[in-house]
C-alpha cells in the first residue's frame, strides 16, 4: 500500500465567495465527509494533515508584490478603486472577506502536499481545495487569486525536482502554463474543452512552449459533449508516453471534475467511471504524485468524484453503496440514489463521427509535432 497524506482544514467553511457565486466552498467539506463516511481516513497507511497557510515569502515566489498588497487590501471585503486592474470585484473574482487568507491556505496545503511527497514522507498527498489554475502572477481570473499550483510547482524546482503537470479540468489550464511555458524544467499538459468555446479561451494545440521551454507545454483541446471515449482516447494516446519520455520525479495533477455530464459551467459529457479509468493511469505512470483538487460546480459530482480518486490513490475497493448514515445525513442533497458510481454514457449520433475525427486530428497533430521535441 502506498503512503499517503490528505490535506484538510475546517477552517476554509469560514470562507465564502457569495450567495450566487458557483464556486461552492462547502463542496470540500461535502468531500471530506464522504471520504471519511467510507472510512478512508482511518486507515494504517494514510494520514490527515492539518493545513497551515503560505507565508508571503511563498505567495511572492510566484505573484508581484504589487498584487499581493493589493490582495492584502482587499481582504478585509472591501472593493477598492483599482481592484478591476488586478481582476477583482468582477463576478468571477469577487471581493470577499478573508479573500486572502483563504488563497493563503489552499495555496499552503498544495505547498505541505509538495513538501511531504518531496521529502519521501508519504508517496502521493492529496488537497482538494488545490488546483486554482487560472491566477497570473498580477491577476485574478477564474475564480482564482493565488495560483497555488504553480507555488508547489516553484518549490519543488528549488529543491531541484523535474515536474511534470497534468491537468484534467475542463478548462485549460492557462495560469500553469504561462508560468512554465519558456523552460524545459516543467513539462505541463492540459486536456479540456476546447478554448473555442469556453473560457479562458486559450489551450489549443499549437500552443507549446516557446525558446527552451519549445515542446514542454501540451495541450489538448477536446470538442463540446466529449464523452468518457474520447477522453480516454486523447489521453492514453498521449500522456504516458510523454510522462515516460519526461521523466520526472514528481507529478503534480489539477483533478478538476467540472467537465462531468451534469456540470453546469462546461459543456464535456465525463462520468466518473471514465474519471476513475484517467486518475488510475495517473497512478501507474507517476513515480511520486501531488494531487490537487480543482474546478467542480454540482457539488455531488465532486464529492463521489474526489472520493472515488482517494480510494484508487490507496488502492482501495471501496463499495458503489453509499454508507446509509451519510445519504441520512445529506438527505436532499442529491444523493438518494445511494450509488458512488455514475451510470456509463456515451454520446450518440451523427455529431460523434465528427467529434472523433477532431480529436484524432488533435492527437495526430501532436504526435507530429509537440511530443518528438521532448528530451529525457
Ligand atoms: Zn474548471
Known sequence: MPKTAFLYAEEYQRFDYGPTHPLRISRLNLAYELIKAYGLLSMPNTRTVEVQRAGEKDLLSFHSREYIEVLKAANAGIELPDGPFFGLGSD?????????????LVAGASLQAASLVDSGMVDIAFTIAGGLHHALSERASGFCYINDAVIAILSLLKRGK????????????DGVQDAFYRTDKVLTISI?????????????????????????AVNIPLPPYSDDELFLYAFNETVPSLIEKFRPDIVVTQLGVDSFRSDPLAHLNYTNRGFCEVVG??????????????????????????????AI???????????????KRYAGSGFENGKLRDIGYMEEGPGKDEMWSEVKRVVAFLKEKVLVKIKP
Open 192 to 216: 479540456h474543452e476546447t478554448g473555442a468555446v469556453l473560457f479562458p479561451g486559450t489551450g489549443f494545440e499549437y500552443e507549446m512552449g516557446s525558446g527552451q521551454g519549445e515542446g514542454y
Open 281 to 310: 493511469k495517473i497512478k501507474e505512470i507517476s513515480p511520486r504524485w501531488v494531487a490537487l483538487g480543482g474546478g467542480g460546480y454540482d457539488v455531488v459530482n465532486v464529492a463521489k468524484a474526489w472520493t472515488l480518486a482517494w
Open 313 to 327: 490513490m490507496n488502492d482501495v475497493e471501496i463499495p458503489d453503496e453509499i454508507p446509509k448514515e451519510f445519504v
Open 162 to 173: 523535474r515536474v511534470a503537470y497534468i491537468d484534467i479540468d475542463a478548462h485549460h489550464g
Open 92 to 104: 468571477d473574482n469577487p471581493v470577499f472577506k478573508g479573500l486572502l487568507d483563504w488563497s493563503a
